[in-house]
């Protein structure tokens, strides 16, 4: 497998440690290239590799897809992995089209409302949804196909890894699914920092953070509501307990939304994930200033979008993440029936900071939601995605549309294993009486 990494940020520098250390040899990674607009800042990634010839440092700038596309036929990859902000996804699938690869990234790009959210301060109606996350992508689906080629879209570990557990709940655990929610909290601090900071992509979380959360009931398709609407409490594995969690727009509602028929007839999607209040009180200081907008302004003789320029200003998310210590669990909670009886379950990923940081020299999150991509092109190298258990073969497609047993079976492989928490339930309960009867048998 060989693919060009455009964008060497936190993400990318953690895809090209994961998969040096799963394989030293380049047995399943012949070579990664590192690729982005800053030569400086992907030299020292290829640096920090070593003297691993698999991953050399080139520039480019992923503005432009004439370029990317001839920097993959130069260097003859398999894929273009975006890793760039997801404003630059539509810019980097035409490149991918245009080199004659396939394509990955890690998040959709996004909503669009009207009026636009970035507008929006806290207490404001609600804005209309004109595009709903990856349309402008999924609009790019027939062309793909028709060029033999997959787009893998979002597959990082939210959106990615929660997908691929949402298949593998509905194909395994469950009989009927009523509803599945993505839920993620961690117990993470800088010890001896007091700031407000960004632990991943400044630009995506304010986009996160900001936009209205998004819902997908099956009576009703896709509606907003307020974001950090629904708070509800949720006690996640390991040292990070419990935890206030509320909605947010996110990937993976459009994922399981879009994908139905696939999950065993769920009703009702979410994403909720939990934030400090101190955070999210920084993050309405943002809106009300105007800072979050991603629409460019001019001031003098410069043009430059506010959100850019506190993305710009912030310090790194790596020089702060690797100073993280606590854990962090991503996962996703499921509501049914199985063999008659109500069930509850959350499949998870706990990840340590101090591991992640001591393994791959990367933040946790970033590492976390890097491991997926990884997993990916391995299984795409493999033979276990592509046409694999009839897994599509080409086109625009998102994690639901594939088996998810290799993918679950590879986490271990890759120091990120899973986990499944059951929760009290009647099926639990059931289960738990007639575990109890034969352990009294003499």
Not at 162 to 169: G, I, L, P, S
Not at 297 to 316: E, K, L, M, N, W
Request: proline fraction near 7%.
């Amino acid at each position: 497998m060989k693919a060009l990494i455009v964008g060497t940020g936190g993400v990318g520098e953690s895809m090209a440690q994961i998969a040096k250390r799963r394989d030293p040899k380049g047995e399943l990674f012949e070579k990664l290239v590192m690729a982005d607009a800053d030569a400086a800042r992907a030299a020292a990634v290829s640096g920090r590799l070593g003297d691993d010839r698999r991953f050399p440092a080139v520039q480019v700038d992923a503005r432009d897809p004439k370029a990317v596309a001839a920097l993959a036929r130069s260097e003859g990859v398999d894929i273009v992995c975006n890793l760039c902000p997801v404003s630059m996804n539509v810019t980097l699938m035409e490149a991918a089209l245009e080199a004659g690869t396939h394509y990955l990234d890690t998040g959709m790009s996004p909503s669009v409302y009207d009026p636009p959210s970035a507008r929006r301060k806290p207490g404001d109606p609600l804005p209309k949804p004109v595009k709903l996350i990856g349309d402008d992508q999924f609009a790019l689906s027939d062309r793909f196909a028709a060029a033999d080629r997959l787009a893998l879209i979002s597959f990082g570990v939210e959106p990615g890894m929660a997908d691929f557990y949402a298949r593998y709940a509905a194909d395994h655990l469950f009989d009927e699914v009523e509803e599945m929610g993505v839920r993620d909290g961690d117990n993470l601090v800088i010890p001896g920092f007091e700031g407000v900071a960004f632990a991943f992509s400044p630009w995506t979380t304010i986009e996160e953070c900001t936009a209205p959360g998004l819902v997908w009931e099956a009576d009703r398709g896709f509606f907003p509501v307020e974001a950090f609407s629904e708070p509800e409490e949720f006690t996640m594995p390991g040292d990070v307990g419990r935890v206030i969690s509320a909605t947010v727009e996110h990937d993976e509602v459009v994922c399981m939304g879009r994908n139905a028929d696939k999950l065993k007839g769920i009703k009702r999607a979410t994403f909720k994930y939990a934030l400090d209040p101190a955070f999210m009180e920084a993050i309405h200081t943002l809106q009300w200033l105007n800072l979050d907008n991603p629409t460019p302004i001019r001031i003098g003789d410069v043009t430059v979008a506010p959100r850019d320029v506190v993305a710009a200003a912030a310090p790194d998310p790596r020089d702060l993440g690797v100073k993280l210590v606590g854990q962090c669990s991503t996962g996703l909670w499921v509501r049914g029936r199985h063999g008659g009886l109500e069930r509850q379950v959350y499949l998870y990923q706990l990840s340590d900071a101090e591991e992640c940081v001591a393994r791959y020299g990367t933040p946790i999150i970033t590492a976390q939601t890097a491991f997926t991509p990884v997993i990916v092109l391995e299984m795409l190298a493999t033979g276990k995605l592509a046409g694999y258990r009839d897994n599509p073969r080409s086109g625009a497609r998102v994690a639901e549309e594939f088996c998810a047993d290799p993918f679950v079976a590879l986490m271990p492989d890759y120091e990120f294993p899973g986990g499944i928490m059951e929760m009290d339930s009647e099926y639990r309960r059931v289960r738990e009486r007639s575990d109890a009867t034969a352990a009294a048998k003499p």
